[in-house]
């Protein structure tokens, strides 16, 4: 079939079209099978698009080159110029990558194989032209790309997605593959091709939406459902609805319309033994005092929520609720019993530095760029609070005509500290972010270490971030607000907002969290609203301890006996008053702590802090005194004996060391402390 200049010229678009499609295809499903994937965003489509006109405009090209370069070979070998383009491709693609054949490889060969094929096919028997072959490829890739994103949003929260988006396109592309085929052989028309696209892309979408967001239904059961947000490392006092600087009118918003818990305290001050305690609602075991770091290391290791008993989440999908949990601290699911009763979960790394820009969803593009052209990549911390954002709305939108309970803990405000510029008091420091972790130093941050340190200069860029990221999560927030009131069920749903630590920002000498007992550490937000909830402002201290009794008696849901918490419940009713004689206590369980673990007791006004062991303690004020500068425990000794015996009191009542047995670090677990810090 001899072909004049315009057909070549047509011939060779179409064909690139239709293989970029197939490269746009292989990209998405590399990232769609990843564990850290959670759908795109508008910028990631708009990388899709310009990726494809890039792949498109380049295929073409080195299409119509080689069979410019070699009409005789071309001529003679129909389809070289498509293989030969399609490899030169993969070869650029492909510059970063191990040495080694991979299943990619696998792919890539015989998909340009089966393509040349039918190239040859179609010149040599006359049945169709390399424009209506591209067409074809067009259509038939555009398919797989609809399936491919179907499967992504139907497999979202499915514990074998890279199986199942590998599989179901597949399968798929089958189909529609044999029409093509049968639609080439019989001399393809317009028309039909159109018709094919149609159904091929449409069908795999519209079946779908229909089944995730089909109009809800008219006859909900009448029980309320739960959001459980928490912001993990977020002091309380940094945010504008406690006073703080920084503006947070969305949590402004819910404690307008809920119970806003002025002084509220956590179980610990770093996420283990306060998430276990929390979700257990028993106080977490201290690490063995005048212990050596090695046993307080694997003692650690050790903490988990109780399961002797149903869990918390267990017992609400017992009672019917439709379970799901979203999270973006390191370790949290692989905590024994952490996970156990949540029917939908996922998981995102808050550590993992990652190719920022419109080309992050395309992992092939996105690592030759970094290797062809590493001034043009920009490099940031992975932006988990966008996945677990995409996660509970998805969620929420899923199961609005049934009763949920959905926890969500974003890792931000906790280090990295990235917030977007338009939210950074300091717009330009020593370092573009906070990352004080492996990876950091390629930017000169400290990592964090026996010699870590910040210049004095720098503290308070580091605290400007901070503040960044806090606000930075208060709009998200507002974005889970939205989609509760999206979905129709805002009026019905409990929304409680926490965290589960505060941060030291050197205001008693250190950075981070974990080695003292102090105010920023330990005092979070609790705000909750929602059905029967009284808006008012509760001002005696309170603890996290009783946070899981409270959300149970909310929902209906059996206590469980081995609870040591009691329900705030009639307090949000606005049926009792916190008693201002109610101590509050927690332990310090990290091997941050020094010399020993700590103990604290919060009654009234008055908070002191003893060092287990050594019996060296200090009180302080909190109304007079809120900083806790001044040590006023040799001015009151009657006080501090009162509460040294209340503090004895309540340590007599349970078993608050571990038992000195020896215990392993899991590998899952290790990783998850380094990374964080905390080893």
């Known amino acids: 079939m001899r072909l004049n200049e ?6 060779s678009v179409a064909l690139g079209s239709g293989l970029a499609l197939f490269f746009l295809y292989l990209e998405l499903l590399k990232a769609t099978r ?49 293989l030969l383009a399609g490899a030169i491709l993969w070869a650029l693609l492909s510059v970063h990558r191990e040495n080694t054949p991979t299943m990619d490889d696998g792919i890539v060969a015989a998909m340009l194989i089966s393509f040349s094929g039918a190239a040859w096919l179609g010149e040599r028997t006359g049945r169709f032209s390399r424009i209506h072959l591209g067409a074809a490829l067009t259509v038939l890739w555009l398919s797989g790309n609809a399936a491919l994103h179907a499967a992504g949003q139907y497999f979202l929260f499915s514990p074998s997605r890279a199986r199942d988006v590998t599989l179901y396109p597949a399968f798929w592309l089958l189909p529609v593959g044999l029409v093509l085929a049968v639609l080439l052989l019989w001399r393809p028309k317009a028309p039909l091709l159109a018709l094919v696209a149609l159904v091929g892309v449409g069908a795999p ?126 370790f949290l699911p692989v905590v024994p019993g952490m996970m156990f009763g949540y029917q939908d979960r996922a998981s995102a790394h808050p550590i993992l530095l990652e190719d920022n820009g419109y080309f992050n969803q395309l992992p092939f593009l996105s690592a030759a760029l970094r290797a062809w052209f590493p001034l043009l990549v920009d490099i940031r911390p992975h932006n988990t609070t966008h996945d677990l954002d ?70 308070d860029y580091v605290r400007s971030l901070y503040e960044g990221e806090v606000a930075y999560i208060d709009g998200f927030v507002g974005r889970i607000q939205d989609a509760l009131a999206d ?102 369980t990290s091997n941050k702590s020094q010399p020993n673990p700590q103990q604290m007791i919060v009654l009234g006004e008055h908070k002191l802090i003893r060092v287990d062991g050594g019996g060296d303690v200090t009180l302080y004020n909190l109304d007079k005194d809120p900083g806790e500068r001044n040590d006023i425990a040799k001015a009151h000794p009657e006080l501090v004996a009162e509460l ?18 020896a215990a392993e670090l899991n590998s899952e677990m290790e990783q998850g402390l380094e990374g964080m810090g905390y080893l």
């Open 390 to 459: 995409h996660y509970a709305r998805a969620f929420i939108q899923r199961h609005r005509d049934k009763p949920f309970f959905l926890w969500i803990h974003y890792i931000d405000p906790h280090a990295p500290y990235d917030p977007p510029e338009d939210m950074r008091r300091v717009p330009e420091g020593p370092w573009p972010f906070y990352h004080p972790y492996v990876g950091g130093e390629e930017w000169g941050i400290p990592i964090l270490g026996k010699d870590f340190h910040i210049d004095e200069a720098d503290r």
């Open 205 to 330: 979408l519209l079946g779908v939406y229909a089944a995730l967001y089909a109009p809800a239904r008219t006859d909900l059961e009448s029980r309320p459902n739960m959001v459980l947000l928490f912001s993990d490392t977020l002091r309380a006092d940094y945010c504008s609805v406690y006073g703080g600087s920084v503006p947070t009118p969305h949590l402004e918003n819910l404690a307008d319309a809920g119970v806003r818990f002025d002084r509220h305290y956590a179980l610990s001050p770093w996420t283990l033994p306060s998430m276990t305690g929390l979700f257990s609602s028993q106080y977490p075991e201290s690490l063995t005092p005048g212990a050596d770091h090695t046993t307080w290391t694997l003692e650690m290791n050790r903490y988990e929520v109780d399961y002797a008993q149903p869990t918390f989440p267990m017992r609400v999908e017992e009672a019917g609720y439709r379970t799901g949990a979203f999270t973006a601290n390191a």
């Open 6 to 11: 315009s057909q070549r010229t047509r011939g």
């Open 487 to 588: 979905a129709g069920v805002a009026d019905a749903t409990y929304f409680c907002f926490t965290s589960d630590h505060g941060e030291e920002l050197w205001d008693h000498g250190q950075w981070g969290h974990g080695q003292s007992l102090y105010d920023e550490l330990m005092r979070v937000p609790l705000i909750v609203s929602g059905p029967s909830i009284e808006p008012r402002t509760v001002s005696e201290a309170v603890s996290a301890i009783d946070l899981v009794p409270t959300l149970a008696d909310l929902l209906g849901v059996s206590p469980s006996d081995a609870w040591q918490g009691q329900s705030l419940g009639p307090v949000l009713r606005g049926e009792r008053e916190v008693s201002s004689e109610q101590p509050v206590f927690a332990l310090g």
């Open 644 to 661: 040294t015996r209340l503090l004895d009191d309540w340590l007599a009542g349970f078993s608050p060391y571990f038992d000195g047995d």
């Open 34 to 82: 990843s564990s850290q994937w959670s759908g795109l965003l508008f910028s990631d489509w708009l990388g899709v698009a310009l990726a494809g006109l890039f792949y498109a405009t380049l295929l073409g090209g080195l299409i119509a080159l080689i069979g410019w370069a070699a009409p005789r070979i071309q001529a003679r070998c129909p389809g070289l110029s498509l």
